[in-house]
């Protein structure tokens, strides 16, 4: 705050010099003076906020999904935590049987899962931002993972930019997931930011989410990654011997920056930006890193295994199944509007 009434003290004193060589414009010793001045005066102020901008936060991790290859639905493995996405690609094959068709250029499914990983992200940030921009986040581990949000004290005296789930849709385009939703359906924004989606176009193009407003930007940029057949290195985790025929594990690699704007560095509510583009970034990793997502799922295993013992494959059995959407008997019933998901 006394940054802040420090630079407008400065700029209304250098606004007043500016008016007093112009009153005086036909004296040649004040303007010869006082060019130099305005020139070094403006060259400091340039350097300040040079050298006082917020530096960029950026991530760069892995997402893995595995999944069938004949029907194209992904599979839950024992104790491996993933955001609640996955049955959103048998909803949508309920919706239209076609609607996961695609060429087999690069690998079984590399599209759709591409455009689940995008509306996956903004399913994570609408579902904790559904009603306000300002929630606090807080995740604990100890044992049990937990995760509460709720807004902050003073978030109701903040206006927010709310986006409809109609408006969500359009925004996705194209992407076969923008009608299907896990949430409330809506995104609450800082006001005056732009949402923008590319979705990507064939199984080796990349995709991009931007945010962005007068205080930052934020760039979610996903792209094809490693994928091959079987389930990762989860087979060894099971004690089945690889490679498993029949499933796939699709890789993307998501680059995310976040850059802030270098002439409101000092601005009252930069700090708040900064606290709501890093809450994002920092969640989407914690959730979607497969590298994260691997360290858990061997924990979920010793644990498991701890008080079970090893787990038992016999024959085609195996410790894990597709994931499939249960659509409620009675749509106009209130107590059948939530949607539920089962393993099979």
Partial sequence: MKMTIFTIFMGILVLLAFVLVVVNRNSEKIVSAAVPLAFAAFAALALVFAFAREEPITRVFPVNFCYQVQDKLP???TGRPFPHILHLVDQV???DPKAL???MDIHPGGLVYHELLQKGFIEWIAMRHFANWRMELLRFESGVAQEFFQPFAEAAQESSKILSSQELQRRF????FARVHTGMGTLALPPGTNLTIHTPKTPDGHGEIHLKNCFCEIKIRTSPGLSM???YAYSWLMGIEPPERGYYTGQYIVRITATFSPVLVG????ALLKRWA????DGLQHDFDEQVVWRRTVENQMILRHVTGPIQVSGERTPFAAVRFTAPQNPASPGNSTNREKAR
């Fill in 173 to 176: 385009g194209g992407n076969r």
């Fill in 75 to 77: 599979i839950v493995i």
């Fill in 278 to 281: 890093t809450g994002i970034l």
């Fill in 101 to 103: 068709d695609e060429p």
């Fill in 267 to 270: 601005h009252p509510r930069m």
């Fill in 93 to 95: 094959r309920q919706q």
């Fill in 229 to 231: 057949s079987g389930i």
